[in-house]
């Protein structure tokens, strides 16, 4: 157990009051807590169709909480 390092825990920003749906709550918090991520990612690891995923990250981006990076979202500041 020594040898395990102890890392930080990740200081992720409060959820926007102005979101209502929880995929939308789900990508914004991944993308917050990892730094970024491609539609490609996205859709692997929160299990969501592509089309889906689209449609979240358009209205994040709509509302000013998310920015696109060359094929990466993150999370505007």
């Known amino acids: 157990m020594e040898s395990q390092k102890h890392r930080q825990p990740a200081r992720i920003d409060p959820v926007p009051d102005d979101l209502e ?3 939308a709550k ?3 918090v991944f993308l917050d807590a990892t730094g970024g ?3 490609d990612e ?3 690891i929160l299990a ?3 089309i ?3 449609s979240v990250l358009n209205s994040l981006s709509s ?3 998310v920015t696109r990076a060359g094929a990466t979202y993150v ?3």
């Open 63 to 65: 509302a000013g909480y």
């Open 21 to 23: 749906s929880a995929q």
């Open 52 to 54: 889906d995923i689209l």
């Open 37 to 39: 991520a491609t539609v």
């Open 48 to 50: 969501m169709k592509k």
């Open 75 to 77: 999370v505007a500041n």
């Open 26 to 28: 789900l990508v914004y």
């Open 42 to 44: 996205l859709g692997e």
